[in-house]
């Protein structure tokens, strides 16, 4: 498990290629899904349960305070956080990209197509705009 302290050290490009590896090696296929930040109740060991790539990301980096927050007061949906952004902006600044732009390129549903919805797509992604880092 990374520490708080090494998240802390790592590099962008660091931090995009431990998610493309993370994402390959330790989530199972019926676990990804790119269309929403997570399940409620996610977890990586609960039945069931999906996550995009950066509601991943909370489970491959957990104590960097990037984390998933109930978004409405019925609890019905997470929302990415990480310091006082949210969404894409939360993912942009984790990762220290440096736009926007490239935030929505890598995790937003809408830049893929069905058929490259997978997390080998988002990883193969991943390791892209790393290589510019």
Same mark, same amino acid.
């Given at each position: 498990?990374?520490?708080?302290?090494?998240?802390?050290?790592?590099?962008?490009?660091?931090?995009?290629?431990?998610?493309?590896?993370? +994402?390959?090696?330790?989530?199972?296929?019926?676990?990804?899904?790119?269309?929403?930040?997570?399940?409620?109740?996610?977890?990586?060991?609960?039945?069931?349960?999906?996550?995009?790539?950066?509601?991943?990301?909370?489970?491959?980096?957990?104590?960097?305070?990037?984390?998933?927050?109930?978004?409405?007061?019925?609890?019905?949906?997470?929302?990415?956080?990480?310091?006082?952004? =949210?969404?894409?902006?939360?993912?942009?600044?984790?990762?220290?990209?440096?736009?926007?732009?490239?935030?929505? =390129?890598?995790?937003?549903?809408?830049? =893929?197509? +069905?058929?490259?919805?997978?997390?080998?797509?988002?990883?193969?992604?991943?390791?892209?705009?790393?290589?510019? =880092?």
């Amino acid at each position: 498990m990374i520490t708080k302290q090494q998240v802390a050290k790592m590099t962008t490009k660091e931090k995009l290629l431990e998610l493309a590896r993370f +994402l390959v090696e330790e989530v199972k296929p019926q676990w990804f899904d790119l269309s929403n930040w997570a399940d409620k109740g996610f977890s990586q060991k609960k039945c069931g349960t999906t996550a995009c790539a950066m509601g991943w990301a909370t489970v491959c980096f957990p104590k960097s305070g990037l984390k998933l927050k109930l978004e409405d007061e019925w609890g019905d949906d997470l929302l990415l956080v990480y310091k006082e952004h =949210y969404g894409f902006e939360a993912a942009a600044a984790f990762f220290g990209l440096i736009s926007l732009n490239e935030a929505y =390129y890598l995790f937003d549903p809408g830049g =893929y197509n +069905l058929r490259s919805n997978k997390k080998s797509n988002v990883a193969k992604r991943l390791r892209e705009i790393a290589k510019r =880092y």
